[in-house]
Protein backbone atom coordinates (compact mmCIF):
# COMPACT_ATOMS: atom_id res chain seq x y z
CA UNK A 1 0.00 0.00 0.00
CA UNK A 2 0.94 3.16 -0.54
CA UNK A 3 1.30 6.06 2.36
CA UNK A 4 -2.66 7.56 1.88
CA UNK A 5 -4.30 4.20 1.54
CA UNK A 6 -2.35 2.94 4.47
CA UNK A 7 -3.39 5.80 6.55
CA UNK A 8 -7.08 5.32 4.96
CA UNK A 9 -6.87 1.85 5.79
CA UNK A 10 -5.71 2.56 9.91
CA UNK A 11 -8.54 5.16 10.08
CA UNK A 12 -11.48 3.35 8.44
CA UNK A 13 -10.74 0.33 10.31
CA UNK A 14 -10.15 1.61 13.42
CA UNK A 15 -12.90 3.73 13.82
CA UNK A 16 -14.94 0.81 12.18
CA UNK A 17 -16.43 2.74 9.75
CA UNK A 18 -15.23 0.17 6.59
CA UNK A 19 -14.33 -2.80 8.10
CA UNK A 20 -13.43 -4.62 4.79
CA UNK A 21 -12.86 -1.67 2.64
CA UNK A 22 -9.55 -2.48 1.81
CA UNK A 23 -7.79 -5.55 2.97
CA UNK A 24 -3.56 -6.72 2.98
CA UNK A 25 -2.48 -8.02 -0.39
CA UNK A 26 -1.14 -10.89 1.48
CA UNK A 27 -2.83 -13.33 3.29
CA UNK A 28 0.44 -14.23 5.47
CA UNK A 29 -0.23 -10.38 6.81
CA UNK A 30 -3.85 -11.08 7.94
CA UNK A 31 -3.54 -12.33 11.65
CA UNK A 32 -0.75 -9.72 12.25
CA UNK A 33 -3.80 -6.83 10.81
CA UNK A 34 -5.88 -8.80 12.97
CA UNK A 35 -3.81 -8.51 16.07
CA UNK A 36 -2.92 -4.66 15.11
CA UNK A 37 -6.66 -3.93 15.04
CA UNK A 38 -7.86 -5.81 17.98
CA UNK A 39 -5.17 -3.58 19.92
CA UNK A 40 -6.27 -0.48 17.79
CA UNK A 41 -10.15 -0.88 18.30
CA UNK A 42 -9.37 -1.32 22.29
CA UNK A 43 -7.40 1.76 22.58
CA UNK A 44 -9.98 3.48 20.53
CA UNK A 45 -12.56 2.46 22.95
CA UNK A 46 -10.66 3.26 26.36
CA UNK A 47 -10.00 7.05 24.58
CA UNK A 48 -13.38 7.74 23.75
CA UNK A 49 -14.29 6.49 27.60
CA UNK A 50 -11.79 8.69 29.09
CA UNK A 51 -13.37 11.95 27.10
CA UNK A 52 -17.04 10.38 28.25
CA UNK A 53 -15.65 11.07 31.96
CA UNK A 54 -14.62 14.15 31.49
CA UNK A 55 -17.29 15.68 29.41
CA UNK A 56 -19.35 13.76 32.83
CA UNK A 57 -17.23 16.10 34.87
CA UNK A 58 -17.65 19.31 33.20
CA UNK A 59 -21.37 18.81 32.89
CA UNK A 60 -21.70 18.35 36.53
CA UNK A 61 -19.47 21.58 37.02
CA UNK A 62 -21.61 23.37 34.62
CA UNK A 63 -25.04 22.51 36.31
CA UNK A 64 -23.67 23.64 39.84
CA UNK A 65 -22.02 27.17 39.10
CA UNK A 66 -24.76 29.54 39.75
CA UNK A 67 -23.04 32.75 38.80
CA UNK A 68 -24.15 32.60 35.03
CA UNK A 69 -27.25 34.96 35.54
CA UNK A 70 -24.70 37.93 36.31
CA UNK A 71 -22.53 37.82 33.24
CA UNK A 72 -22.44 40.47 30.49
CA UNK A 73 -22.64 39.48 27.11
CA UNK A 74 -22.16 41.96 24.73
CA UNK A 75 -23.64 40.43 20.79
CA UNK A 76 -23.34 43.21 17.99
CA UNK A 77 -22.50 45.86 20.21
CA UNK A 78 -25.25 45.68 22.78
CA UNK A 79 -25.58 44.68 26.12
Known amino acids: MDFFHALYFNYISITTIGLGDLVPG ?6 LTFGYLTIGLALTTMAVE ?18 GAEV ?4 GGKK
Open 26 to 31: HYRLLP
Open 50 to 67: IASGYLKKLHYFGRQWEG
Open 72 to 75: GVWL
